[in-house]
């Protein structure tokens, strides 16, 4: 299916839109940016120039992503603030002051107004509680949140809170709660 | 008088808004939202569809109001931002999962750019401070910030925070130092 | 060099715009606001009506700025949000109740998502970490963040946190140790 687009919204004929997204009110997509397909961006979401994001992926109202690999299944909620300079000033900027890159691994949640400092790598269905400010990496189905953001738990697949099961050589097994999927978490992570 | 709507703003016909509102610039009101009269929206501000909001509310800019009621005479900041799923996953969606809706009752303040948490009411008169995480519900007269917020005193219906003035039976009497006004605070809230 | 500002901007005629503006996406500039020179405003930035900013002031997107003065050469991030009313109710407004002006001074930064108390004073060169609620005044050259945001280190001139090289009489004398500038702390601001 073709691609909706709101008539407010503003996208570049330099970016690539996978096929069945809907891009709302006031949103804008720079050159270079790449969305896969099935993607729903809010109201007044900005993709900046050159961000890569995966297919099924929900970024809601206000969003900000700057300087980032988003993947499959993501969930970026409202008013989410992505950074690209670790020592901003206005009146000095070159290429080689640009943070690293901030990654977001397929099917990880983030929640709303939380703001994702440059580098960090948000693991694979983790999630982000909302009013986070997320300073350092954040491991596979971890739950993290506060400022700054620290592990609080571990979340299925589901999002739901997951308990601990067994313990194996290295790791640790969570079972869902509801849902009765299991995850393993490393020891040295749950540990921490 | 007849309400005013920014010729930008988006305003859904199956929405109702009360007589002598102002709607900026590119704000949006979804379908079966509410509103009643004497209200202000500012630019950029987000109603969800079904959001129901008395009268005399200020909404200043890019707030997003998802899954709430608001009542008569409530301030929400710039930036402010509710939330509608505790268990955020770009690739679940069902009704079961929407969390259960934000109450704002009469009178009641919310500071700017604050993160409300789905399920949380927020008590008459109550004021929430600037940059602040709302996780648990807050009780009418109450300051509260951080993150998360938490309960630093009490404040009177114009907004100074008062004094405790009496012990009586089940609860504290409060008086304003400014405007003289008192009201009371239950003994186990303010011993909390 | 002409402004440029983009079709879907709003500037007010009251205001007025320095040469060589650069005004973006639905920026909103009110009536009796003051631009200097070689300013670049994001998507959506909300300038209040008569904030005075100096020359060379980088506003990134969504940020709103009411109730200040910006100094020349200053960096406010994305989503930022000043406040203008301590005590805020929907309900009562007068202008007594206006909270003090937030000033930000020569070459400072203020980090995405920072939410900025009435009042504040932001010295030269200080840095506001992402995601910092600012309740009280920022030293020159100081580092600070969290929520409140605390002193955490002090930084150059470029932006990088410095040492401690010397200890003079009433101050610190940092040097930083990449471009090797120095700049001096008072004792007492050190010793907090």
Redesign the interface.
């Known amino acids: 299916m073709e691609s909706y687009m709101h008539k407010t919204a ?1 996208v570049s004929p330099k970016s690539k839109i996978g096929e069945n997204c809907r891009i709302w ?2 949103a ?1 997509i720079r050159e270079n940016a790449e969305l896969g397909k099935n993607c729903v961006l809010g ?2 979401v ?1 993709i900046d120039a050159g961000v890569k994001i995966g297919s ?3 970024i809601e ?2 969003a ?1 992503v ?1 300087n980032a690999e988003i993947g499959d ?3 970026i ?3 989410v ?3 690209n300079d670790p ?6 900027w070159d290429k080689s002051r640009v943070g690293k890159k901030i990654v977001v691994k397929k ?1 990880a ?1 983030i ?3 939380s ?1 994702i ?1 440059c580098g960090v790598v948000i693991g694979e269905y983790a ?1 982000v509680g ?2 986070s ?1 997320v300073t350092k990496d954040v491991p596979a189905h971890a739950l993290v949140y ?3 953001a620290k592990i609080k738990g571990f ?1 299925c ?4 809170k997951s308990e601990k099961k067994q313990e194996k050589a290295g790791s640790i097994l969570f079972e869902c709660p509801k849902c009765r999927k299991t995850f393993e978490v490393p020891k040295e992570v749950f540990e921490k």
């Open positions: 503003d009110h006031h804008q109201k007044n900005y099924g992926v929900k109202n206000n900000c700057y299944d993501v969930l909620g409202p008013h603030t992505f950074t020592y901003p000033r206005a009146f000095i099917g949640s929640g709303a107004n703001t400092l999630m909302a009013g400010v506060g400022n700054p979340v697949i589901c999002g739901m």
